[in-house]
Nanobody, 127 residues
Framework: QVQLVESGGGLVQAGGSLRLSCAAS????????MGWFRQAPGKEREFVAA????????YYADSVKGRFTCSRDNAKNTVYLQMDSLKPEDTAVYIC????????????????????WGQGTQVTVSS
């Protein structure tokens, strides 16, 4: 059974930092694109970041570019999202995801690309 489990969320003041982790089990994702999305109450799921299978390329939403950094450790089957200079508008549940197909990188900012999803971790940024 494939599982993606996020951790590292919490409450932080504006300007602070958090590091999220997404640990995969049930299969290896070392040859898969990995993505991060977020969802705030009453809003649609929003693309945040993605990283290619070998970490060679990363992609970010304009709203987080320059503040968030996505990385991965394939030996640990884990993806990370370092979030700096957090803003109250970053408050959301952060969810990691992976497509079923290896090396797939089409429409990486679309939820429809991803087949496996974690449960999410809450990030709350106070002003």
């Amino acid at each position: 059974q494939v599982q993606l489990v996020e951790s590292g969320g919490g409450l932080v003041q504006a300007g602070g930092s958090l590091r999220l982790s997404c640990a995969a089990s049930g299969r290896t994702f070392s040859r898969h694109l990995m993505g991060w999305f977020r969802q705030a109450p009453g809003k649609e799921r929003e693309f945040v970041a993605a990283i290619t299978w070998n970490g060679g390329n990363t992609y970010y939403a304009d709203s987080v570019k320059g503040r968030f950094t996505c990385s991965r450790d394939n030996a640990k089957n884990t993806v990370y999202l370092q979030m700096d200079s957090l803003k109250p508008e970053d408050t959301a549940v952060y969810i990691c995801a992976a497509p079923a197909r290896e090396y797939y990188t089409v429409n990486l900012n679309s939820p429809a690309t991803y087949n496996y999803w974690g449960q999410g971790t809450q990030v709350t940024v106070s002003s």
